[in-house]
């Protein structure tokens, strides 16, 4: 079995953590580089559209514009990254944007 311990550019950074990086990326079939790039300008966005999102309502539970756009945004990377996605997971997709789409009438 391989040693997946390897040698991080940032200290302060524990195994534990460390570990749960060489594990998602394995699982995504990315290099721990690759997925925690991904991850922080994940977390950067989400930062940026901290408390901007928008939300749609019919009655039904309500669908952030924002998460909508995150799972378009995952479909584009899997795409990008030559990973088709599931025609389910596209469908759910749409699913979230039409309901995004919803104007309620007062």
Not at 20 to 36: D, F, H, R, Y
Not at 39 to 47: F, Y
Not at 93 to 106: D, E, N, P, Q
Request: charged share 25%.
């Amino acid at each position: 079995m391989e040693d997946t311990t390897k040698t991080w550019g940032i200290r302060g950074i524990s195994a534990d953590v460390r570990q749960a990086v060489i594990t998602q990326s394995q699982k995504q079939g990315m290099k721990a580089g690759e997925w925690l790039t991904l991850a922080i300008l994940e977390k950067i966005r989400q930062d940026r559209n901290a408390g901007k999102a928008l939300v749609a309502s019919n009655g039904k539970p309500s669908v952030s514009v924002e998460d909508a756009s995150a799972v378009l945004t995952l479909l584009e990377r899997l795409q990008g990254m030559g990973i088709e996605p599931p025609d389910r997971m596209k469908r759910k997709a749409v699913t979230l944007v039409r309901k995004c789409m919803v104007i309620t009438k007062a």
